[in-house]
C-alpha cells in the first residue's frame, strides 16, 4: 500500500505530456525517466523495510536483556518461560503437563466423562465440501457414549497392562497364524497393552503441547511480558514471550501418543478375475466397556475402511507407540521403543449406524439400533459411517 501511495505522489507530482489530443479523448503520459525513478524508490524502500525488520528483532533482544539486567542480579539470563517471569518479579513453578502420572488421570478422566467424541470419531474439516456435521464436527455420538457412566470415576484400570483379557494363540515358536496374524517367538507380548482397561487408557491418553500464537480477531491476547506471565496454562509453557509489541494467546493442542491403523481387505473384480488386496487406513479410534464387552468406534466418510468393514463383516486394528530414542526393543517395565497391541474385531451391525451425505441424517433402516444385513445397504445413499465393532481379542504386536 505505501508503494502504491509513493508511486500516485510522484505521478501526480510529475510533469506529464499531453499527446494524442482530439476533440474526443485526452491521454497523459508518464516520461521513461520518471518510471525510472519509480522502480528505483520501491527497491529502496523494500531495503529500508528490510533493514526495520532486523532492527525490531534486534530491539526485542536488547528489551529483553534489559528486562533481565534490570530484575535479575544473576550472571544466567532468562532461558525459558518460566526464567523470563522470574526475572520481571513474578515467580512460578513449571510443570509438565505430559509426565506419565498426568496422562494417566488426564486418560482416566476422558474415559469416566462421557462427553469426549475425539477418543472414537474422527473428521476431516479441509475443504470446502458443504458438510457441517453435529455434535461439534463429530457425528453422532450416541454410539460413542452407550455405556458411558455420566462421570463416575472408575478407579483407573486395573491389573497389570500385559494381563490378558482374552484368551491368547498358542502354538510353537516360529509358527504362523492367519487367523490373528501373529508368530509365535516374534510376539511383543512384553511389550503389549494386553488388558482392555489398561489399553482403553492408552488409547484416551494424549500428548498436551502448549505455545504462543497470535491473537486473531475477536481473541483477548496480552502484548506485555506481566500479562503474560498472568495467564492461565502460564505454568504449562516453555517458549519464552515474544515480547515485540504484538498481542499473543496460549494456544494449546492435544495429540494421541500412539498411531491407531484400521486394516480390512478390498474384494473387486478385474476383468472376471476376483481379487484381494490389504486396506490400510489411519483413523481415531476408541476402545469403551459395554455390558462386560469391549467395542471400538470410529465416525468416519464414506471410503474403503467403511465399505469393507460392513461387507466383509470384520476388521484388524492396530495400536502403535515408537520411540526411536530408546534401546530397549520393547517392553512395558522400562523405556522401549516399540509398544501397543493388535485388536481383532467384527462388525456390530446393530450398534453401527449409516448417515445420508449431510452427515447427520441416518439412512432409513440401517441406523444405530437397526440390526441390518450388508445386502440391505444401498451405497448411493450412504455419506458418512458410525462404525462400531465388538473385540474379539486383544493380542500382542510382532
Same mark, same amino acid.
Not at 495429540?255 to 478385474?270: R, Y
Given at each position: 500500500m505505501k508503494k502504491k501511495q509513493l508511486a500516485l505522489s510522484l505521478v501526480c507530482a510529475s510533469m506529464v505530456m499531453l499527446t494524442g489530443c482530439n476533440d474526443d479523448e485526452t491521454v497523459y503520459e508518464t516520461s521513461p525517466e520518471m518510471w525510472d525513478k519509480l522502480e528505483q524508490l520501491e527497491t529502496e524502500n523494500e531495503a529500508l523495510e528490510q533493514q526495520n525488520e532486523q532492527l525490531a528483532e534486534q530491539n526485542t533482544a536488547l528489551v529483553a536483556e534489559v528486562n533481565y539486567w534490570k530484575h535479575n542480579g544473576s550472571t544466567v539470563a532468562p532461558h525459558d518461560f518460566t526464567s523470563q517471569c522470574a526475572a520481571i518479579g513474578i515467580e512460578f513453578d513449571y510443570v509438565d503437563p505430559n509426565t506419565p502420572e498426568a496422562a494417566r488421570v488426564m486418560a482416566v478422566s476422558a474415559v469416566a466423562g462421557g462427553d469426549d467424541c475425539l477418543s472414537c470419531h474422527t473428521y476431516d474439516g479441509s475443504g470446502d465440501t458443504g458438510v457441517t456435521p453435529p455434535h461439534g464436527d463429530y457425528g453422532d455420538c450416541a454410539g460413542c457414549h452407550e455405556g458411558h457412566d455420566g462421570g463416575t470415576d472408575p478407579g483407573g484400570p486395573s491389573g497389570e497392562p500385559t494381563d490378558p483379557t482374552y484368551t491368547q494363540p498358542s502354538f510353537a515358536a516360529g509358527a504362523v497364524d492367519g487367523k490373528t496374524g501373529a508368530s509365535g517367538a516374534s510376539y511383543y507380548g512384553s511389550g503389549s497393552y494386553l488388558n482392555a482397561q489398561w489399553l482403553q487408557a492408552q488409547l484416551d491418553a494424549q500428548v498436551h503441547n502448549y505455545r504462543w500464537s497470535e491473537a486473531a480477531d475477536g481473541d483477548t491476547g496480552v502484548s506485555t511480558l506481566a500479562a503474560a506471565c498472568a495467564l492461565d496454562n502460564r505454568q504449562h509453557m516453555t517458549q519464552m514471550f515474544? @515480547?515485540? &509489541? *504484538?498481542?499473543?494467546? #496460549? @494456544?494449546?493442542? @492435544? +495429540?494421541? #501418543? &500412539?498411531? *491407531?491403523?484400521?486394516?480390512?481387505? +478390498?474384494?473387486?473384480?478385474? +476383468? &472376471?478375475?476376483?481379487? @484381494?488386496?490389504? +486396506? #490400510?487406513?489411519t483413523f481415531g479410534f476408541g476402545l469403551k466397556e459395554i455390558e462386560g464387552e469391549y467395542y471400538t468406534s470410529m465416525f468416519i466418510g464414506k471410503n474403503n475402511t467403511c465399505y469393507n468393514a460392513i461387507m466383509n463383516g470384520e476388521a484388524r486394528l492396530s495400536y502403535y507407540e515408537y520411540d526411536p530414542t530408546q534401546f530397549a526393543k520393547t517392553g512395558l517395565e522400562e523405556e522401549s521403543r516399540n509398544r501397543g497391541a493388535r485388536i481383532i474385531v467384527s462388525t456390530d451391525y446393530t450398534r453401527t449406524g449409516l448417515f445420508a451425505p449431510d452427515w447427520a441424517t441416518p439412512v432409513p433402516g440401517l441406523g444405530a439400533g437397526e440390526t441390518f444385513k450388508p445386502e440391505d445397504v444401498d451405497w448411493n445413499a450412504v455419506g458418512a459411517c458410525n462404525l462400531t465393532f465388538k473385540v474379539e481379542s486383544i493380542i500382542p504386536l510382532g
Open positions: 515474544p @515480547e515485540d &509489541g *504484538k498481542a499473543y494467546v #496460549i @494456544e494449546s493442542k @492435544e +495429540n494421541a #501418543i &500412539g498411531a *491407531k491403523l484400521v486394516a480390512t481387505v +478390498n474384494k473387486f473384480d478385474d +476383468n &472376471g478375475t476376483q481379487v @484381494e488386496t490389504p +486396506n #490400510i487406513a
